[in-house]
């Protein structure tokens, strides 16, 4: 069967569609089409509340969707929030408008599923044997973590921050200065003291969502390492020089990411910033960049229930 699964995020709105076929080995999904809407949804949350224009630009775009979706013959169209809603007072009212207007009824994740849909995605993909370690989902308005031994997750958070909510709480221009980072470390170290079993899951983290391959893209730009279709690695050392790459934003380093991140100016340094604080907390040796997470293990869930 054909499944398009639309995950509506704090920044981007996305549509990813799948071939999936169940086998002997379990169920494959091959990625047929993918594509992406920088809606910044969070920047129209104001006092709690989502304003008409952001619910407008959400229906619109959802509406896009569904007739792609149609123009490519899938057979199932299904959608789901994360942060981008859960976070908001005014949620039943953007549903219900999502579902008037746009005839999408949208799944409401709370962190703790999100961060184990996410864990599911990345054991779809990482061709080792998983040990311990800790996942780490950071999105635009949340960052999910799993500590988990012989791929079984052990314990789950969600923080509530992301890259954009970050950007948005700490930085004034475009670029953080060496203070706003720093004032981002430490708000991330704060929350780091609510969690007191990160560091018992060994030296290993895999990074999972969007902010985690934006690393990895600027990785291989420096590093020029063909990215793999499953998972990329990168050691301590080369994660250490990549953060210091970026203390002077001068002409070379803008143009970096120009060229690799070109929706994620924003927001890319405060998530890697957030990442450094996490990764150095934990300890990491080791990090691996994962290209499935949340969606792939939101339709394996969604393909198990129907199969009930």
């Avoid at 990345?122 to 999105?139: A, P, Q």
Wanted: glycine share 8%; with cysteine.
């Amino acid at each position: 069967m054909r499944y398009a699964v639309v995950d509506i995020g704090s920044n981007t709105v996305k549509i990813y569609v799948y071939d999936a076929v169940k086998g002997d080995s379990g169920l494959k999904l091959t990625q047929i089409m993918c594509e992406s809407r920088t809606l910044g949804l969070i920047n129209y949350v104001k006092k709690g509340q989502m304003s008409e224009d952001g619910i407008l630009k959400l229906v619109q775009t959802l509406i896009d969707y569904k007739r792609i979706s149609d123009n490519i013959s899938t057979d199932v169209f299904i959608c789901f929030a994360t942060a981008s809603l859960r976070n908001i007072e005014n949620v039943d009212v953007v549903l219900e408008k999502v579902k008037q207007h746009a005839d999408v009824e949208v799944d409401l994740i709370d962190g703790e599923t999100e961060a184990m849909l996410s864990f599911e995605g990345l054991k779809s993909t990482v061709n080792e044997s998983l040990h311990s370690g800790v996942m780490i989902d950071m999105g635009g308005g949340s960052t999910e973590l799993i500590g988990f031994v012989d791929a079984l997750a052990v314990r789950a958070h969600s923080m509530p921050f992301g890259c954009l909510s970050l950007y948005r709480k700490f930085v004034d221009e475009i670029f953080p200065q060496k203070g706003e980072l720093k004032d981002i470390r430490k708000h991330v170290a704060k929350k780091l003291e609510e969690i007191d079993w990160i560091k018992k899951y060994g030296d290993t983290t895999y990074l999972v969502g969007g902010t985690g391959r934006a690393i990895a893209s600027i990785h291989n730009e420096i590093y020029k390492r063909e990215l793999t279709l499953t998972n990329y690695k990168i050691s301590i050392d080369e994660f250490n020089y990549l953060c210091d790459y970026f203390k002077k934003m001068k002409n070379e380093e803008i143009r970096l990411l120009v060229r690799t991140q070109p929706e994620r100016l924003h927001t890319i340094l405060p998530g890697l910033a957030a990442y450094k604080e996490i990764i150095d907390h934990i300890g990491t040796k080791n990090i691996v960049v994962c290209t499935s997470g949340i969606r792939e293990g939101y339709l394996a869930r969604r393909i198990a229930e129907s199969e009930e």
